[in-house]
């Protein structure tokens, strides 16, 4: 499978039912989704999650493309790009004008080295991001074992953060050409 812009993975609400298997939840970041792409030639690109809207960002962020000479080519890492301003500072992020500065956060890996890595557990994955070397104002996203989603809620509520994630830690990376994937693997609780 060769590397390109994907449409990324959408979380689906969660409406408290019982879950099965192993659970980790990460702060729901309130910014923009952000597919960073480095090809196996060592070209960086930057891609919005709406691809038929062709959200090619790679020209805005381009300054922050020496950040990241350590990423390994072939290599599709899913994010969350934020900034010091919060959601409404993105803009300013996109057009360089110094109001806010990003902020970019890594929750998972689809493409490394070459290789679609989706259908390995998120376990895997994560295990595999942990081994990248990321420099600010990359940041891989911190998570948490899933014991209680309502303290794990509030707990997150008070850092700041919009809301929570929580993933199936078994669970595939599973992606399309043509629509978004909304995964039941992936459930969405907002504060």
């Known amino acids: 499978m060769e590397i390109s812009p994907i449409f990324p993975m959408q979380p689906i609400p969660y409406f408290g ?108 994955r994560k295990s595999i991001l942990k081994g990248i070397l990321l420099k600010p104002p990359f940041y891989f996203l911190e998570y948490k074992p899933l014991e209680d989603w309502e303290n794990a809620l509030k707990e997150t509520l008070k850092m700041g953060f919009e809301g929570i994630v929580i993933k199936n830690l078994e669970s595939p990376y599973l992606i399309s050409k043509s629509a978004p994937v909304a995964t039941h693997y992936w459930r969405k609780i907002k504060g």
């Open 17 to 124: 039912e019982e879950l099965e298997g192993e659970w980790i939840f990460e702060p729901k970041i309130d910014g923009w989704r952000l597919q960073i792409i480095k090809y196996e030639n060592g070209k960086v690109e930057f891609w919005g999650r709406r691809l038929e809207k062709h959200p090619n960002w790679t020209k805005n962020l381009s300054y922050l493309i020496p950040y990241l000479e350590d990423l390994p080519p072939g290599t599709l890492l899913d994010s969350e790009l934020y900034s010091t301003k919060g959601r409404r500072g993105i803009p300013s992020v996109m057009a360089k004008t110094g109001f806010a500065k990003p902020i970019i956060y890594v929750f998972d890996v689809v493409f490394f080295n070459e290789t679609f890595v989706g259908e390995k557990q998120l376990r895997e």
